[in-house]
T-cell receptor
Framework: ETGVTQSPTHLIKTRGQQVTLRCSSQSGHNTVSWYQQALGQGPQFIFQYYREEENGRGNFPPRFSGLQFPNYSSELNVNALELDDSALYLC?????????FGPGTRLTVT | RKEVEQDPGPFNVPEGATVAFNCTYSNSASQSFFWYRQDCRKEPKLLMSVYSSGNEDGRFTAQLNRASQYISLLIRDSKLSDSATYLCVVKDNFNKFYFGSGTKLNVKP
């Protein structure tokens, strides 16, 4: 096991709502990255946080936002949910570039 | 054009076979390269980093060709447990990570 945990495991939301997903990084890791994975696709990079600052961002709209806390855990917030936001959301923690993934949160938007 | 491209497969091979996957990337300024494996409905797991000099870990060998902008993964003596989707990952010079869509491997008895 990687020691990376995510909550909740599954979530169902309605279009237009907001959601917060949580991630606890592996002990000693100061960097957290978030990904969206649609069925049959590879993970798509949302953003990365390093020492509480956003350190890189993929091609996602501003309604995807995040936070990293002093203990390096992290949150992903998505506002104004759309049906296409239904996916597996993965977080990965790292100390350098080798990333270790949590089990993911499966989000369904109806 | 996608940043990282992989043949989706599936590659169907017998146990004991040698199989190779390639992956191409579009950004010549890419800095770091990795292979991950992902089992059905599970999270990706780091298989190995890929270094310019090439690297080997047991039955797995990874190579990087910067001139042609591709990376490869060779699996020798395939086991049933190697059946998975193999994801190629590239990090660019802006701290962005790009995953390919994966290559599916089925190892048959």
């Amino acid at each position: 096991e990687t020691g990376v945990t995510q909550s909740p495991t599954h979530l169902i939301k309605t279009r237009g709502q907001q959601v917060t997903l949580r991630c606890s990084s592996q002990s000693g890791h100061n960097t957290v990255s978030w990904y969206q994975q649609a069925l049959g696709q590879g993970p798509q990079f949302i953003f990365q946080y390093y020492r509480e600052e956003e350190n890189g961002r993929g091609n996602f709209p501003p309604r995807f936002s995040g936070l990293q806390f002093p203990n390096y855990s992290s949150e992903l917030n998505v506002n104004a949910l759309e049906l296409d936001d239904s996916a597996l959301y993965l977080c990965a923690s790292s100390l350098q570039d080798e990333q270790y993934f949590g089990p993911g949160t499966r989000l369904t938007v109806t | 054009r996608k940043e990282v491209e992989q043949d989706p497969g599936p590659f169907n091979v017998p146990e004991g076979a040698t199989v190779a996957f390639n992956c191409t990337y579009s950004n010549s300024a890419s800095q770091s390269f990795f292979w991950y494996r992902q089992d059905c409905r599970k999270e990706p797991k780091l298989l190995m980093s890929v270094y310019s000099s090439g690297n080997e870990d047991g039955r797995f060998t990874a190579q990087l060709n910067r001139a042609s902008q591709y990376i490869s993964l060779l699996i020798r003596d395939s086991k049933l447990s190697d059946s998975a989707t193999y994801l190629c990952v590239v990090k660019d010079n802006f701290n962005k990570f790009y995953f390919g869509s994966g290559t599916k491997l089925n190892v048959k008895p």
